[in-house]
């Protein structure tokens, strides 16, 4: 029987060489369109695998590179073929979800002409969906569809009108005597108050999770949170003043003058990604008879010395993904749950400080919310 | 007296030098960043005139040049300084208005990284506001606005859910019990749903009008009218049918079933630019019990023999820029009129296939609608 007996070490490196080569060259070619590519745009496309593959006309340029590719490793050079279009694959497979990304031309930053443009870093910059496992709870259905409402709402403070989104569940015209929560929920630096439709898709997971029955039907308010300008770098300098008198003092009022809501605290919440949980974190300890529920996703933490009178929150919901810093969250959660808070963590599976993280906190928040 | 007699021919030189002179030298150094621009970005800029200067960052770049310029000439060739910033203004100026246009980096087509992105041509295209002397029918006031709203309806015809974008009046949610007209406004050939929106202002427009007392308010649906797949030249096989199945026997009973319309053919109205005026101008024919208000901006004509039932159209109001065929619309009105119709030709001077045309438009025929 000694002919059957090979060596662990050898077994080793035939498993290693094997994970390797496939690590390494087998790209499955089966790529399709983004499906947030521009009408009839074929790239840029992917991969089941979640290879991203790029497609772009620039004949008489010497450089072209996709800011995407592997986390720190500098994007994707593409490579010029004799019809003019540069072409590159991803060197490995991009986080499930959406992602921000841009195209240097020849050492200027513009964007891919076949993709949708979304506001991000201060800028619209391409973007690009990779296919996920869960991507049932933000797609759209043949279910019931709330609206979404572009507000213009007067700002004394900011001496102009400002613009908010407002999602309004299915039922809200229909039922002319119900009034609705609200949740105030804020983009991340450099985005705007398209972010949470556009890239979160937030209607379609609220139109979902009504559809399914798991939430009580609430009201989103969306609005541009950087009423301060900032300077990358000078979000240390950010005064939370600006921002505060247009949410509390002119937002919320117009929001309850004019949509049926439940106007008190106990039927407001307020949620913020990134600098918007900064924000919310704030807001919420600043004024806090304004919201019970707060929800601050890669946002930061509270600990339970930030809040001054316990009755008054329902809700601390703290989430992050899980290659940002879950122990973070968690450990802050465990502490506030310590001292008697009602407080939740939920990491996002393999993602990092991007929007596939808060679609799916969004999706965990909302069935928590408005409960009492 | 002898000496003061200057020869005809003499003044008609010094005239004509004088005017080569300002027109091919004097620009004025006035230049200020576009409306349009994404929040922060200096450039693109328009003059006092209406010259457009571009400034764009692609160190090593071989050739940029922009897309828009004087008619026909080929664009403006932009030039490179040490610092890696091309630069260039247009030879003339532009007409007054909203203007589409890309940039031409070494052979590819992309966006100015300066502008907000348009839906145009069947792609999302940079975009640039010419001040207009007439700007104000159009400007963002301290007036009550009106609400736009994305909605997502049924659409068994083509087995999804189709968006459409719905402005109603700033008293809509207020008055409870007050029912509105409605005009469905189609966009044109390679643009979508956010046009009349985005570029043509149209809820400003409304808001403007109503606040002035001019116009009885009215509810305004938009939808998407390329239900088939257009090429460019394809246009001569264009068929109405899945558009008018779309819009006649789905949009509209949802629009009735979900807003507070009055819903009969006396209070609705059709209209639409370039392609958009094709299509009215068939569905109107084609469905002479549903609309009573007709309007092609930019979009064809309709001759008398073309409405069967007389008694059925309160108004035809055909427009376009003076730098179109405006004889074409005139003698189309003239011959309406002679055969009794309610015929109005309205042409927006000095601008072409453009959208100050059709902002001019709409400001014009707002006022005419639902006023039997």
Redesign the interface.
């Known amino acids: 029987m000694k002919q059957f007996r090979i060596p662990l070490i050898a077994i080793m490196i035939m498993s290693w060489l094997l994970c390797f080569s496939q690590a390494t060259t087998e790209i499955k070619e089966d790529f399709k369109p983004s499906t947030l590519n ?3 745009q074929e790239y840029p496309q992917v991969n089941s695998q979640g290879y991203a593959r790029f497609r ?8 072209v590179r996709v800011s995407l590719g592997l986390g720190g490793r500098g994007g994707t050079k593409l490579t010029k073929g004799e019809d ?1 279009f540069w072409t590159g694959t991803t060197a490995g497979p991009l986080d499930e979800g959406f992602h921000y990304y841009n ?1 240097n ?7 891919d ?1 076949g993709t ?2 979304f506001y991000g870093s ?3 910059e391409s973007g690009i969906e990779i296919p996920a496992h869960d991507q049932d709870f933000y797609a ?1 259905k ?1 279910v019931p ?1 709330g ?8 700002s004394k403070s900011t001496n ?2 400002r613009r908010a989104f407002v999602y309004t569940p299915p039922a809200y ?2 039922e ?1 005597k119900t009034r609705y929560p609200v949740l105030y929920l804020q983009h991340g630096w450099g985005e705007d108050e398209t972010a949470w439709t556009n890239q979160g898709r937030a ?1 379609l997971i609220m139109d979902n999770l009504i559809a399914a029955g798991k939430i009580k039907p609430f009201i989103i308010v969306m609005t541009y949170g950087m009423t301060n ?1 900032i300077k990358w770098g000078g979000i240390r300098d950010f005064k939370i003043e600006p921002f505060q008198t247009v949410l509390v003092d002119e937002l919320i009022p117009y929001i309850d003058a ?2 049926r809501t439940l106007a008190n605290r106990e039927n407001r919440a307020m949620a913020g990604l990134s600098m918007g949980g900064m924000e919310t974190k704030m807001i919420t300890m600043n004024k806090p008879d304004v919201f019970s529920y707060y929800a601050l996703l890669s946002g930061g933490t509270y600990k339970p010395e930030d809040i001054k009178d316990k009755s008054k929150v329902k809700l601390i919901f703290l989430s992050c993904g899980s290659k940002e810093r879950p122990d973070g969250i968690k450990s802050a959660v465990a502490e506030l749950k310590e001292a008697d808070f009602n407080a939740v963590a939920y990491i996002s599976e393999g993602t990092a400080h991007e929007f596939q993280t808060w679609r799916r906190s969004l999706y965990q928040l909302a069935p928590l919310l408005f409960k009492n």
């Open positions: 521009q009408p009839g772009i006309y620039a004949p008489a340029a010497d450089s003019g195209v031309i020849d050492g200027g930053k513009f964007n002409p949708l443009n201060v800028r619209w759209l043949d569809h609206r979404v409402q572009q507000i213009l709402f007067p102009t009108s015209d229909k002319q209607n300008e004019n949509f």
